[in-house]
């Protein structure tokens, strides 16, 4: 007897801060516009998408002193967002991007699950450190947390959240108008919790959410963040999109899941997929090079570089070799990563080595570093290549990426995800009422899985 398919999982991800998106195409909408997250969910939507995913910038990027104009600018803020598209859709889950840095457990921890409640329980939390130097000067706390630190934060974060969600029983207040009871005696719970980042004694002020939990998402990719993942996360966002690269991800996070009580179908992984389609293999190799040209243009290859080189390159040209000149490992020419400094010799090693054994330009080499496409080919090629990487354990599905918006998946939507469909590895409808953890194949969360340290 053959065994089922396995079901292909995928996400769509708005176009964000980051030259992936091609605000200079002609057919390129707003980034602010309702009505272009609007377009974006509902045609997700269409495509029966288990959610919507929303990155999140919380300070514009800044080079050589002035902005950043090379990447996308500006982001409305997430949550009202989201809350807005809950409005205008009806199946589709909403996930949006919220630091564990820059926010409070208890102030997050209740507008997420407001909006699972005025969702209908479609409500998702992309938990991120924040590593991004940029961010800290716009807070309080100033500057940025060391990688560790960032991590003990998050996961105290992610386990006080919890137990504030928890705090509330299935059924919610009584509410009895006959007895004029609202609440039973001890509903809610307090949570009183003392540790290293948070001192909270509260009772939480928003009942049991549809989903009795917002699902967890996370991206981060260390050690660190890997453990995190298998700790708390329900579904994780990597960069690891190469099928060998995908299967060693793979098992290792879903390997670290058994110590801690969980299962293999507690956490999906969804890598982020890049794509250009053509009605034949060689129109759409094409297209992904017209694509990646748009995408890295000259003054963003040299941008790119500055920012590992430390140093104005501006002298240089995108089409020739890489600079001669070492990287200045001292004072910032650009505000960068948390530990930009860490290696950057041996990174500048590594990318002058494989530029010269293909015989690269600058622009050659940021295209093949930033904007090589996962999937290029026809329709039928890319269907039967997301189902092969899910039927193989590589992945769970993808986390889908276009490059314009907000129409760039529209194309996929129409002509890709009816050979999934085909295939028999892909829904042909929403069930009436599911939630996103429903739509994922997610178990219920157990209550009191919250680790010791947290409580």
Known sequence: MSRPLRQVHLAAHFPGVNSTTVWTDPSSGSQIDFASFEHFARNAERGLFDYVFLAEGLRLREHKGRVHELDVLGRPNT????????????????????????????????????????????????????????????????????????????????????RLWDSWPDEGPRADPASGVFLDEGTPSRVRHTGAQFDVDALFDVPRSPQGRPVI?????????????????????????????????????KGRLAERGRTEESLKILPAATFAIGDTAEEARERSREIALQQVRPETAIAYLEQIWNRDLSGYDADGPLPDVEPDTGSELTHGWANRHAAVRARVDRLRGIAEADRLSVRELVIRLTAQHTFVGTPGHIASEIDRYVQERATDGFTVVGHLTPHGLDEFAERVIPLLQERGSYRSG???????????????????DVPAGAR
């Open 217 to 253: 998402v996370q991206a981060g990719d260390s050690a660190d963040g890997r453990s995190f993942g298998a700790e708390h996360a329900e579904v994780i966002f990597s960069l690891h999109a190469e099928f060998a690269d995908a299967q060693d991800f793979y098992r290792d996070v």
């Open 79 to 162: 949550l009202a967002v989201l809350a807005g598209l809950a409005a205008v859709t009806e199946h589709v889950g909403l996930v949006g991007t919220l630091s564990t840095t820059f926010n409070e457990p208890y102030e997050l921890a209740r507008q997420l699950a407001t909006l699972d409640h005025l969702s209908g329980g479609r409500a998702g939390w992309n938990a991120v450190t924040s590593s991004d130097a940029f961010h800290g000067a716009n807070f309080r706390r100033g500057g940025y947390l060391d990688h560790a630190d960032r991590y003990e934060r998050a996961g105290e974060f992610a386990a006080l959240a919890k």
């Open 430 to 448: 929403y069930e009436e009422g599911a939630t996103l953890r429903d739509l994922l194949g997610l178990p219920s969360p157990v209550r009191g």
